[in-house]
């Protein structure tokens, strides 16, 4: 597997390789000053043609930035689960998600591209979460909850069953969320309340 950035998130990501006893192959990042990573080599620039037919995994936090760089990828995108993990086969992953250590995905969950499922999140049955999401670690999703593209969901919050939020929303760390969440806010505390809104 490949990386495509240099970050404190990929050094998450070569613990799960590791641990699964998956290679890594190659890291890249658009920073050329950054020679490695947890004592891995950081090649530089992305190139397509060094990806060849293996697989590649965008390690990088930021949901926006996810995004952009998703759009400049050629290579075909790897799906990773820390082997901890406990992901129903009645969910689907899709390509570019990494299911961190410790998470649970229950039954006819629908995960988009290049989500993230951070250290023991849990995400609960029917739920649907869209593209570029991230789940902090600890955070809890009860049954049916839509989580909108790019949405960020912060450490430790709860959302309430059969919520629906939209896209690219913060959640505050620790936040309890019994309502919709319309697109483009930053909500915390409990319940929930709209402090700012984003872009
Ligand atoms: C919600 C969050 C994004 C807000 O950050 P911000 O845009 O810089 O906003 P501010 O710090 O200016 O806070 C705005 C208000 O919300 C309050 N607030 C911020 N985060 C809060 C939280 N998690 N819970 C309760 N209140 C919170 C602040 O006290 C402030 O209140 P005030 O206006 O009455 O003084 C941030 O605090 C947060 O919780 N991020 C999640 C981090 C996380 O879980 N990371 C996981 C990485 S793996």
């Not at 930035?65 to 009645?90: C, E, M, P, Y």
């Not at 995400?123 to 989580?147: K, R």
Request: aromatic share 6%.
């Amino acid at each position: 597997m490949y990386l495509y950035g240099a970050s404190g998130h990929a050094k998450v990501i070569i613990g799960i390789l590791k641990s699964n006893g998956q290679i890594i192959q190659g890291i890249f990042d658009d920073n050329l000053s950054i020679i490695s990573l947890l004592n891995y080599p950081v090649t530089g620039l992305y190139d397509p043609s060094i990806v060849k037919d293996d697989q590649i995994i965008i390690s990088i936090g930021s949901n926006e930035l996810r995004q952009n760089v998703s759009k400049k990828i050629l290579s075909d995108f790897g799906t990773l689960i820390h082997k901890s993990a406990l992901v129903s086969d009645f969910s689907t992953i899709n390509p570019g998600s990494v299911i961190m250590q410790n998470a649970v995905v229950q039954p006819n969950v629908i995960v988009g591209k290049h989500v993230i499922i951070n250290t023991s999140a849990v995400v609960e049955h029917d739920c649907v979460i869209n593209d570029f999401v991230h789940i902090s670690p600890n955070a809890t999703i009860c049954g049916n909850v839509f989580v909108g593209e790019g949405t960020h969901i912060g450490a430790g919050a709860v959302v309430i069953q059969g919520v629906k939020i939209g896209k690219w929303s913060i959640i505050g760390a620790g936040s309890v969320i019994i309502q919709n969440v319309p697109d483009n806010v930053v909500i915390v505390g409990n319940p929930g309340r709209i402090v700012k809104t984003v872009h």
